[in-house]
Nanobody, 118 residues
Framework: VQLVESGGGLVQPGGSLRLSCAAS????????MYWVRQAPGKGLEWVSA????????YYADSVKGRFTISRDNAKGTLYLQMNSLKSDDTALYYC????????????WGQGTQVTVSS
């Protein structure tokens, strides 16, 4: 299983970024997926989730209305569109594979850094 995140960077408050996660080594279309993040000095925070068939999406209250999770099962890729970014969104963002029948995850990538600063 391999998950490779990309698309992070430095952006001003109010700006946008689109993160991508390229998945390989497993049947991507059979698994729900998460985005989670870790801000400096803080623990892991769940950000968003999407079911295996793209039928349902879920968001943390802190990002609801600003972030959109999506997936392309044909390409084996997970996305996170982030709009109206705030300094509190500064973190290392990971994509993670959901464990079937559970809300936990079992694999995650190396992360991509998002820094929101003027």
């Amino acid at each position: 299983v391999q998950l490779v995140e990309s698309g992070g960077g430095l952006v001003q408050p109010g700006g946008s970024l689109r993160l991508s996660c390229a998945a390989s080594g497993f049947t991507f279309s059979s698994y729900g997926m998460y985005w989670v993040r870790q801000a400096p000095g803080k623990g892991l925070e769940w950000v968003s989730a999407i079911t295996y068939d793209d039928g349902n999406t879920y968001y943390a209250d802190s990002v609801k209305g600003r972030f959109t999770i999506s997936r392309d099962n044909a390409k084996g890729t997970l996305y996170l569109q982030m709009n109206s970014l705030k300094s509190d969104d500064t973190a290392l963002y990971y994509c993670a594979r959901k464990v079937a029948g559970s809300w936990s995850w079992d694999y995650w990538g190396q992360g991509t850094q998002v820094t929101v600063s003027s």
